[in-house]
C-alpha cells in the first residue's frame, strides 16, 4: 500500500460552521445548513433552497482585519478564513519556512463582486477596485497574499471538481519531491450567475435535496471554503508533526460523453475510481466508505451510482453517503469540503448520514447510510466531478 | 398554422446558432431530435425558455418537452392550444 | 532521469502564425490598444454540428490542439492540461449581461456550459473523446506556465505520456474594455509596434492560442527539451535575479551559456521595470527579444514565446522586429523566457536545442 502524503492542518467555512469542530459538531448533531437565500440579493430567493454561510461580507471584513477599501470577494474572504484555520491548525507561523505552495479551486471566483458592480464601474470610481475580481487567479492571490505566500500559487478551474484536483496537485508535488509543503483545497460563494445557471439547467431543487432518492429533483447550491496542509514526510519526522491522515489515491479522468452531463455508465468515475485505488495500491476490498459526490440530480445520482456498481459489484458496494444534503452542492469547494468530513470520518470512526433519503432508485439496488453511524473506518473514497467531464476521486487513509 | 410553424423554424435556426441551416430544409414532420435536425438535451432547454419568452408557456419539468419538440408541426399544434401570448 | 521534449506545437495569434512554416514574414501594425486575433479556417478543424455553440477561446483551442498533436503525430494525448487567464469570457460576460439587464428572467443554458473556464479543455476532451486526465489553470500571467509545471510532473511519473498542454484566452467586449477604467490597459490608442517605447502607465490587450505536446523521449522531430520552468506569484526584481541565476546555475549551465532571452515587456511603464532591471545587468550581453509589441498581451501571451523559441531552433534565425538590443547570437542553444504581469505571476523557463 502507498505510505501517501501526510494531512497536517485542515480549515472550513460552510453553511453547517465557521471552522472544523463547527463542521464536526453539526454532522455529530445531524443538522444540516439548508435554507432560503437571506443575503444574496436574487430574484430566486423564494424558489430555491441554498446551504448559505449565514454571516455578511462585513462580518467577514471585521473578523480578517481588512481594509475599509479592500477588494476581496466574499469568495476570497471566505477562502482567507478557512486557510487561516488550516495553517494554524498545522501549527505554522511561518509560511516561508519551508519551500511552501498554495493551490485553490474556484469555480466563478469573484463573480460575486463582479455582478454585483458590473454595472456601475463606468460611473463610480470606488467600485473599480473590483474589476479584477473577474479574473478566477485574483481570488486566489488575495487569500495568498493575506496568510503570506508567495512562492508557487496556482489556480484549478475544472468546475465541481476543483478542489479535489488541488489536493491531487498537491499530494503528487510533494511526493515528487518539487515542494515541501501545500495548502490546498478550494472556494465558492453563492453568486447570482450560478444560481442562475444551474437555473436554466433545470437542476436546482426547490427543497432540500435529496441524494441518491428515487425521486429527487435536483441539487442545492452551497457556499464554502475548505483547505487542507500536506507536508513533506522530511517536516513531518523533524518537526514531530502530527498526522491527521494520508492523501494516499488520487485519478482524474474525463468522461468525454457531454459538455455538462455524465454519461449513463459512469464513465468517467469509473476510470477516476479505479485509478485512484491502483495508486493507493489499494483493492476493493479496502473501502470502508465512500463518501460520494451525490449532488442529487437525476444525472449526477445515477451515472455515479452506476459507476460504483461497475466497481465493485452491485452487492459490494461500500458504506456511502452523499454529505451535500448539509452544505449544499459548493462547487469548486465541494472537493475539498468533502476531503475534511472524510478526514473527520477517518479520526472520529463515524459515517455521516445521507439525509433526506426515502426510496430507493429504480435503476439499481443501493441504499445510502442514512444514520449516523460508527464504524472503524481506515480508508475513504471520496468522488468530485464536474461539467466538461471532469472527474476526480481521492482516497483518504489513517 | 402555415406562418407560426415557419415562425418556429427561423427561431429555432436563430436561437440554436444552426448557420448551415435553411428554413426549407426543414420539414414541418421532420424529427428535431436524434436523426431528424440532430438537436441534443442542451437545445430542449433552449426550446423550453422559447416557449416561456415568446409564447407565454411554462413547463414545470424539462421532461415534458420529449413529446412538445417532436417535430415542427406537433410543436406548432401544442403551441396554438396553449399560447398565453 | 526522464526530460521533457516539444514535439509539436501551434498558436493563433494577432499576426500570421497559425502557418508554421511562416515566421512572421508580414507584421500587421495595430493602432488600437485592443486588438483581436487572425481566425485561421476553423472549419478546417471543427465540424460545423460541434462548432456552432463555440466561442472564439473554444475555436482557438481546439484548432491549436489538432494542429499541435497533427504536428507531433500523436492522434490521443494522455493528458490535456490546458490555461487561462480569462477563460471564456465572451459567453460568460453575455450571460451575466443578460443576469442583469433582464433581472434574472429568460436565460437560456448554452450560455451558462461555455462560460466555465475549462470548457476548452472539455471540448478538447470530447471532439478526441479523450478519457484522460484533463486540468485547467486559472492563474493570471503564469496560467499557461503552471500547466507547464504539471506537464513536467507527469512526466516524470510516468514517462510514457504524451501531454497535450496549451493555453488560451479572448477579448470579450465590455470585459475587456472595463481595464481601461483600472489602468491595466493603456488610455489612448497607440501605435502597438511602439509599445515598448510607450512611457505611458498600462499596457494593450490582444488574444490568442497556443498548444504544445510533450514528452519525455526526445523525438526526430522534437522542437526543444525545457530544461526547467518555474513560477512565482510575488517577487522583487532582485529575486527574480536571484531565481533565474538559480535556475541555470542547476542545469549545471552559467549567464554565458544563454545564447538569448525571449522577455515579455509590455510598455508598461509601472511594471517594466522588472525586465529592465535584468536587460541591463545579467542579460546586458546577451541578445534580448521581445513580442508583446508585435502579437500583444494577454494573460497567456506568454505561450506564444515558447512557439517564437521553437521557431528560433528550427531556423536559426530571428526576425528583426523581435530584437531589443545589439547582440545577436551565432547559433541558438539555449534560450531563457521570463515573463511578469504587474508585478504578479513571474514566470522563468529554460528551453534548449535538442
Request: charged share 25%.
Amino acid at each position: 500500500m502507498n505510505k501517501g502524503v501526510a494531512i497536517t492542518g485542515m480549515g472550513i467555512i460552510s453553511s453547517i460552521g465557521d471552522n472544523v469542530e463547527e463542521n464536526l459538531n453539526a454532522l455529530k448533531s445531524v443538522s444540516h445548513g439548508i435554507s432560503r437565500i437571506e443575503f444574496l440579493e436574487t430574484r430566486q430567493r423564494d424558489a430555491i433552497m441554498v446551504g448559505e454561510i449565514k454571516k455578511t461580507n462585513e462580518d467577514f471584513v471585521k473578523e480578517l482585519g481588512l481594509d475599509s477599501d479592500n477588494s476581496f470577494s466574499r469568495t476570497a474572504m471566505i477562502g482567507a478564513i478557512a486557510a487561516k484555520e488550516a495553517l494554524k491548525s498545522a501549527n505554522i507561523t511561518d509560511p516561508d519556512e519551508y519551500r511552501t505552495g498554495f493551490v485553490s479551486g474556484t469555480s466563478v471566483g469573484g463573480m460575486d463582486m463582479t455582478e454585483q458592480y458590473y454595472l456601475g464601474y463606468h460611473e463610480t470610481k470606488e467600485y473599480r477596485r473590483y474589476i479584477e475580481a473577474q479574473h478566477a487567479g485574483f481570488t486566489t492571490q488575495s487569500i495568498s497574499k493575506y496568510i503570506g505566500i508567495n512562492g508557487y500559487v496556482s489556480t484549478i478551474s475544472t468546475a465541481c471538481s476543483s478542489a479535489a484536483n488541488a489536493i491531487m496537485l498537491g499530494a503528487r508535488l510533494i511526493k515528487a519531491g518539487k515542494i515541501d509543503r501545500m495548502v490546498v483545497g478550494g472556494t465558492d460563494a453563492l453568486s447570482k450567475f450560478t444560481i442562475n445557471g444551474f437555473g436554466t439547467l433545470m437542476i436546482l431543487s426547490d427543497s432540500a435535496c435529496t441524494p441518491f432518492d428515487n425521486n429527487r429533483k435536483g441539487l442545492n447550491l452551497g457556499e464554502a471554503a475548505a483547505y487542507i496542509v500536506l507536508e513533506s514526510e522530511d517536516i513531518v519526522e523533524k518537526d514531530n508533526k502530527e498526522v491527521l491522515g494520508r492523501v494516499s489515491g488520487w485519478a482524474n479522468a474525463n468522461d468525454a460523453y457531454h459538455q455538462t452531463a455524465s454519461s449513463s455508465n459512469g464513465e468517467g468515475a469509473y476510470l477516476a475510481m479505479k485509478e485512484a485505488m491502483e495508486i493507493a495500491g489499494l483493492s476493493i476490498d479496502n473501502i470502508d466508505y465512500i463518501n460520494a459526490h451525490g449532488t442529487a440530480t437525476p444525472n449526477n445520482d445515477l451515472s455515479e451510482g452506476v459507476a460504483m456498481t461497475r466497481i465493485f459489484g452491485e452487492d459490494k458496494v461500500p458504506v456511502f453517503s452523499s454529505t451535500k444534503a448539509f452544505t449544499g452542492h459548493t462547487l469548486a469547494a465541494a472537493g475539498s469540503v468533502e476531503a475534511i468530513y472524510s478526514i473527520l470520518s477517518i479520526r472520529e470512526n463515524l459515517i455521516f448520514p445521507n439525509l433526506n433519503f426515502q426510496t430507493q432508485m429504480e435503476e439499481f439496488d443501493l441504499i445510502p447510510q442514512t444514520k449516523l453511524i460508527s464504524k472503524n473506518i481506515k480508508t475513504v473514497l471520496s468522488n468530485s466531478f464536474g461539467f466538461g467531464g471532469n472527474c476526480s476521486t481521492l482516497i483518504f487513509t489513517k | 398554422m402555415a406562418e407560426l410553424r415557419e415562425e418556429l423554424k427561423e427561431k429555432i435556426i436563430e436561437q440554436l446558432s444552426l448557420e448551415d441551416v435553411e428554413v426549407s430544409e426543414i420539414g414541418d414532420d421532420d424529427s428535431l431530435f436524434g436523426d431528424g435536425l440532430g438537436l441534443d438535451s442542451i437545445d430542449a432547454l433552449e426550446l423550453i425558455v422559447l416557449l416561456e419568452k415568446d409564447y407565454g408557456i411554462k413547463l414545470k419539468d424539462p421532461k415534458e418537452g420529449k413529446a412538445i419538440f417532436e417535430s415542427i408541426g406537433v410543436m406548432a399544434d401544442y403551441i396554438a392550444k396553449n399560447r398565453t401570448k | 532521469m526522464s526530460g521533457c521534449y516539444i514535439n509539436g506545437i501551434a498558436n493563433i495569434s494577432a499576426q500570421s502564425t497559425s502557418d508554421f512554416d511562416q515566421f512572421l514574414d508580414e507584421i500587421i501594425a495595430y493602432k488600437e490598444v485592443i486588438f483581436k486575433s487572425i481566425d485561421p479556417d476553423y472549419k478546417k478543424y471543427i465540424k460545423p454540428a460541434a462548432m456552432r455553440r463555440m466561442s472564439k477561446s473554444v475555436k482557438m483551442g481546439v484548432t491549436t490542439s489538432k494542429m499541435a498533436l497533427a504536428s507531433s503525430g500523436i492522434e490521443m494525448p494522455d493528458a490535456i492540461i490546458t490555461g487561462t487567464g480569462m477563460g471564456c469570457k465572451q459567453d460568460s460576460e453575455k450571460f451575466l449581461e443578460k443576469i442583469l439587464y433582464n433581472d434574472e428572467q429568460f436565460l437560456t443554458p448554452t450560455l451558462f456550459i461555455q462560460s466555465t473556464h475549462n470548457t476548452v479543455g472539455g471540448q478538447i476532451a470530447l471532439g478526441l473523446g479523450c478519457k484522460s486526465y484533463n486540468v485547467t489553470y486559472v492563474q493570471g500571467a503564469a496560467s499557461f506556465e503552471t500547466s507547464l509545471i504539471d506537464a513536467q510532473l507527469m512526466l516524470s511519473e510516468a514517462p510514457k505520456k504524451n501531454i497535450l498542454v496549451g493555453g488560451i484566452d479572448e477579448i470579450a467586449k465590455n470585459s475587456t474594455l472595463l481595464h481601461t477604467l483600472d489602468g491595466h490597459i493603456k488610455q489612448e490608442d497607440i501605435n502597438v509596434l511602439e509599445l515598448l517605447e510607450s512611457k505611458t502607465s498600462g499596457t494593450v490587450c490582444s488574444e490568442g492560442a497556443t498548444f504544445a505536446v510533450l514528452g519525455a523521449e526526445k523525438q526526430d522531430h522534437s522542437l526543444c527539451r525545457m530544461m526547467d520552468v518555474e513560477t512565482r506569484n510575488i517577487a522583487s526584481p532582485q529575486d527574480i535575479k536571484e531565481d533565474i541565476l538559480a535556475l541555470i546555475e542547476k542545469q549545471g549551465l552559467t549567464l554565458n551559456d544563454i545564447d538569448a532571452v525571449i522577455l515579455g515587456n509590455n510598455g508598461d511603464v509601472s511594471f517594466d521595470h522588472y525586465f529592465e532591471n535584468l536587460q541591463n545587468s545579467i542579460f546586458s550581453n546577451i541578445e534580448q527579444l521581445c513580442y508583446k509589441h508585435v502579437i500583444g498581451e494577454y494573460h497567456t501571451a506568454s505561450a506564444f514565446s515558447y512557439w517564437l523559441a521553437c521557431k528560433i531552433f528550427k531556423v536559426n534565425n530571428v526576425p528583426s522586429i523581435l530584437r531589443v538590443n545589439n547582440i545577436e547570437a551565432k547559433e541558438y542553444k539555449n534560450i531563457l523566457l521570463y515573463n511578469q504581469y504587474r508585478a504578479k505571476n513571474h514566470s522563468i523557463a529554460l528551453l534548449q536545442r535538442c
